[in-house]
């Protein structure tokens, strides 16, 4: 039975689990309401199964929990979607309260209902704060029923923020009396060390002895931390000034090796060019002029030669002296390197001034220099450059005054030389010549001319004197006096020289082919050449290569070869003599000419020069120089060779005064070594000059 006409179809459904479970139904249902329904089963007296189905609304039940709990409570449903809005919830029921709906719209558009129903929400309306929860209470294929609790924490709200406000006022108040303590407690350690880090900047500064005055330390009788501090401070200035006066001494000292000659203490070669520079920059600003002089000692090799480093040192500093005693007080002197010396003349008036000053350095060499026990003759040679032109270059003025220098040099020394064009020209050829020269033989440019030498009495061939020539593509034939004076002193003149010593050596053995077997050859030895150490051992080797023996060869020296070293001069002879070769002196009576030294040397040949042989017959003081030599020559057992000679007379005049050897134009000009066999035959018949034509 059922108090309505008609039975719900959920309530059929119920009844029916009801008698397949035998079990008490209980659901709760929602559409236009919410009600619980609950069907319980009776059995009757015989035995049959009766079910008692009864709906209970929930609104009386919201009535009842509102009143029990004082609490707005609503019934709403939403959609059955994940991303459901709580804002969008659709109401069924509602107690009679606040105004539940207003609430539900006032919150946010993204807040979804799964996140409230685990965390709930919390709503103001009208200025008081609401705790929203929601419990599930029934849901199908569409929609799910939730019951809102509404419950008002405004109370609670307002009472946590009276607290909160409380705390954070507490906290300051705490916060401010701990600061105050704090500072107060470390206010005299805060200004101690504002003290110490304002002052600490002196020790960069390098003001010491300020850092020291400033009274950092407290006046307690314990020290504390900031009184070690104090104290490790102090310790560190002396430790720093200690190091700072170190590095001042040390880099006066590297100063010095940088800017200064260790051993005369002149300014070097660094300095010079600093110094230099700045004095072409005042140009302009005094309206001067500059001028450099290069000075290099005369002939100071052999001083280091005879004397050692030692004493080379000490004259040296003695030129240093010398040269610094000459000049003005505003002029810098300079080592430059070796026995080389530059001046700096600024603020001159003209190029007279500096030649003055150069006159006075001179004068100031005329002087021995007293070493010891021992007496030096020492000289000079000067080279000058001037300019009043403010844009000329530093390196410029030295290098024209060295070359002013040499120029000087070459021309005998103990002088001075102003610097022009054309010394440049001639550096720069002198250059190019030496560059060209390790072409030519490469290219195999040079050759040999060989001059025959006659005995005077018998006119038979003695042998040929070897002249270098030098074949130049585009100048032609190049003189030696054009090239060998510049190659001398060179590197390449050493090459050059071992070059023509192996030709003649290849020339021999051509004669020796021809049957000349018995003839010398004359080798010129430059004075770097016969200095070589090497000489000996290359002559050797050579020896054994062509299979020849050294009396087949009669090295030639100059004068000037001989007394630049006299004692290493003798003993490389001694060591060639002994091999087998034989020497002669090129040039007698122009240079030196001393007999003493002459008897010193194993020396077996004199050559007088040319330049007597030509006015012999015209110039009676030539004839008588040219007679006494033979004469004295002869008497040392030596044999005695006249260059030059051109005519009959002269070889009349020669031969009647028993001089040995004749050599010049009036047998033969220099023949190339091309045409030596054909000269062979056609002028030498066994051995000797041809005199009149063979049958």
Not at 6 to 34: D, H, M, R, T, W
Not at 165 to 185: G, N, R
Not at 325 to 352: M, N, Q
Request: aromatic share 10%.
């Amino acid at each position: 039975m059922f108090s309505s006409d008609s039975i719900p179809a959920y309530v059929e459904k119920n009844i029916s689990l009801l008698f397949q479970q035998q079990s008490p139904q209980s659901q709760l249902y929602c559409e236009q309401v919410c009600e619980q329904l609950i069907i319980v089963p009776l059995l009757n007296k015989k035995g049959n199964i009766a079910a008692v189905a009864m709906t209970v609304s929930l609104v009386d039940l919201i009535s009842s929990i509102n009143h029990a709990l004082k609490s707005d409570i609503a019934i709403i449903s939403y959609p059955k979607d994940e991303q459901s809005l709580f804002s969008e919830a659709q109401f069924i029921s509602v107690s009679h309260g606040i105004d539940i709906k207003a609430m539900f719209s006032s919150s946010k558009t993204s807040d979804i209902v799964g996140d409230v129903l685990e965390q709930g929400i919390q709503l103001d309306l009208m200025g008081k704060h609401y705790l929203v929860t929601l419990m599930p209470l029934f849901s199908n294929e569409e929609q799910q029923f939730f019951m809102a609790l509404v419950a008002d924490v405004t109370s609670f709200t307002n009472e946590s923020s009276r607290y909160r406000s409380k705390f954070l006022v507490s906290s300051l108040f705490i916060f401010i009396v701990l600061a105050v303590t704090v500072y107060i407690v470390s206010s005299p350690f805060t200004k101690r060390l504002m003290v110490l880090s304002n002052v600490l900047p002196l020790l960069a500064k390098k003001e010491f002895d300020k850092f020291r005055k400033v009274k950092i330390k407290s006046e307690h009788v314990f020290s504390d931390e900031l009184d070690v501090l104090a104290d490790a401070s102090i310790e560190l200035s002396y430790e720093l000034e200690q190091l700072n006066i170190e590095v001042e001494q040390k880099t006066k000292e590297l100063e010095n090796i940088a800017m200064y000659d260790l051993l005369t203490g002149l300014p070097n070669r660094n300095m010079l060019n600093y110094q230099l520079r700045k004095a072409i920059l005042s140009l302009s600003q005094y309206n001067t002029s500059v001028a450099v002089l290069f000075l290099d000692l005369d002939d100071f090799k052999k001083v280091n030669d005879s004397h050692g480093h030692t004493e080379g040192d000490q004259l040296l500093i003695e030129a240093a002296n010398r040269v610094k005693s000459s000049i003005r007080k505003v002029d810098i002197a300079c080592r430059f390197g070796g026995d080389e010396f530059v001046v700096i003349l600024g603020r001159i008036d003209g190029i007279e001034d500096a030649k003055e000053i150069a006159e006075n350095i001179l004068e100031s060499f005329t002087r021995p220099i007293h070493l010891g026990s021992s007496l030096f003759y020492v000289s000079t040679s000067i080279g000058i450059a001037y300019s009043e032109d403010r844009h000329v270059k530093a390196d410029s003025l030295i290098s024209h005054a060295d070359i002013a220098m040499y120029e000087a040099k070459d021309e005998g020394g103990a002088q001075y030389f102003v610097y022009h064009d054309e010394m440049f020209e001639r550096v720069a050829q002198r250059v190019l010549l030496e560059g060209e020269v390790r072409q030519a033989l490469a290219k195999k440019q040079f050759s040999l001319s060989l001059q025959p030498q006659i005995e005077s009495k018998t006119k038979k061939l003695y042998g040929f004197e070897a002249l270098l020539r030098w074949q130049h593509p585009e100048r032609g034939m190049v003189s030696p006096e054009d090239f060998i004076p510049i190659l001398e002193n060179s590197e390449h003149m050493i090459e050059l020289g071992y070059w023509v010593i192996r030709r003649c050596f290849e020339v021999v053995t051509d004669l020796h082919r021809m049957g000349l077997t018995d003839v010398r050859m004359a080798i010129n030895l430059s004075a770097g050449q016969f200095m070589d150490e090497h000489l000996p051992t290359y002559l050797g080797g050579l020896l054994k290569e062509f299979n020849l023996t050294a009396d087949s060869f009669e090295l030639e020296l100059t004068e000037q070869t001989l007394v630049r070293d006299i004692d290493r001069a003798i003993d490389m002879m001694d060591k060639l003599k002994k091999v087998g070769f034989s020497f002669a002196i090129d040039d007698f009576g122009t240079g030196y000419s001393s007999l003493a030294y002459i008897k010193k040397m194993p020396v077996d040949v004199i050559k007088i020069d040319k330049s007597f042989i030509f006015g012999m017959l015209e110039n009676h003081a030539d004839y008588q120089i040219i007679m006494s030599t033979i004469a004295m020559v002869k008497n040392l057992g030596l044999q005695v060779i006249a260059e030059g000679v051109e005519s009959s007379a002269q070889l009349r005049s020669l031969r009647e005064n028993d001089c040995d050897l004749i050599q010049g134009y009036y047998f033969s000009k220099p023949i190339p070594e091309v045409e030596i066999k054909e000269f062979i035959d056609n002028k030498i018949v066994d051995g000797y000059w041809k005199t009149q034509a063979q049958v």
